[in-house]
């Protein structure tokens, strides 16, 4: 999706960088190595093209259901698009470049995590609390399907139920496409210069811990920060986010904004001091990633 996409290339520019490790980070100039070299080959042959996929054959879904089709979006928006999904990759792997050189490895860390939970909170909450129904919801599975509308998907951000249809969607057949084409040279490029680093570690243990990483790390501080956003938007009177859009309910916006700038961050300091710092759950799954740093 043209808002996620932002925070992914950022998420696979950071999360390279940091399978770099040492040698990246004693690089005087981290534009010229084969590091930077490969990653950005990697973005532009790999990484854009399976957005733009998405973009042409599901314009709806990938827009997060904000466009009809692709003929009504901005040529601006494309171009921008394509052009973000380099440059956002580009901008991870400086930071995580730039944190490493400072001996920084678990904000490095951090780094590559940041870009997946952006990426997983969007897709279960977003602007307006519907991201999950967003995502769910395949307008092109049937001809003549109607436009997403608020509950769409038939789902909640506390249920399951429409997942399996998801999975069987067009949406999804495009998404297992985009699957083989990015998801082996992004795990053969992690594992092979994780290796350089540790010539002992196991490629398949490394792709499982990334997977450990993104998946229990990422998406479990985005379904947290979800819960919290949404729970603290509940306590200010907000309501159903369903019946917000539909009008049943007044929509309370000045709240909803409230609930984020508030939830946010406790959400975030909660996860901090419990999950992610030294000694916690959520550091210990970064250890091969740490190069023997603390």
């Known amino acids: 999706m043209v808002q996620v ?8 520019g950071a999360s390279l960088a940091l399978a770099s490790g040492n040698q990246l980070a004693k690089a005087t100039e981290p534009f010229y190595n084969k590091y930077f070299v490969n990653t950005v080959l990697f973005l532009s042959l790999f990484w854009a093209p399976t957005g733009m996929l998405l973009l042409l054959k599901h314009p709806s879904w990938e827009t997060m259901q904000v466009t009809d089709n692709f003929l009504s979006m901005s040529p601006w928006l494309v171009l921008s698009f394509g052009i973000t999904n380099v440059t956002q990759g580009v901008l991870g792997f400086w ?6 050189a400072k001996g920084n490895y678990l904000y490095a860390n951090l780094n590559w995590i940041f870009g997946y939970f952006g990426m997983f909170f969007i897709l279960l909450y977003g602007w307006d609390g519907l991201g999950y129904d967003r995502f769910l919801y395949d307008r092109d599975m049937l001809t003549g399907s109607p436009a997403w509308f608020p509950g769409a998907s038939g789902a909640s951000l ?3 139920e429409s997942i399996w249809k998801h999975l069987q969607s067009s949406v999804a057949i495009t998404l297992y496409i985009d699957g083989v084409w ?6 053969y490029l992690m594992a092979k210069w994780i290796r350089e ?3 002992d570690a196991n490629s398949a243990s490394l792709i499982f811990q990334i997977l450990l990483i993104i998946f229990v ?17 509940a306590l200010f009177g907000v309501g159903n986010h369903i019946a917000r859009a539909t009008v049943e309910i007044p929509s309370n916006t000045s709240m909803h904004i409230l609930s984020y700038i508030i939830g946010l961050p406790v959400s975030l300091a909660l996860m901090w001091f419990l999950l992610w710092r030294k000694g916690m759950p959520f550091y210990r799954m970064l250890k091969p990633l740490m190069f023997g740093k603390d």
Do not use: C, E, R
Not at 95 to 100: A, E, R
Not at 182 to 187: C, D, R, V
Not at 218 to 233: F, K, P, Q, R, W
């Open 158 to 160: 506390h249920s399951f």
């Open 5 to 12: 996409d932002v925070f992914w290339g950022y998420g696979f």
């Open 95 to 100: 930071i995580g470049q730039k944190l490493m």
């Open 217 to 233: 790390g990422g998406l479990g501080s985005a379904a947290i920060s979800a819960l919290t956003v949404n729970y603290t938007g």
């Open 182 to 187: 990015l998801l082996p040279p992004f795990f």
């Open 197 to 199: 680093i540790n010539p």
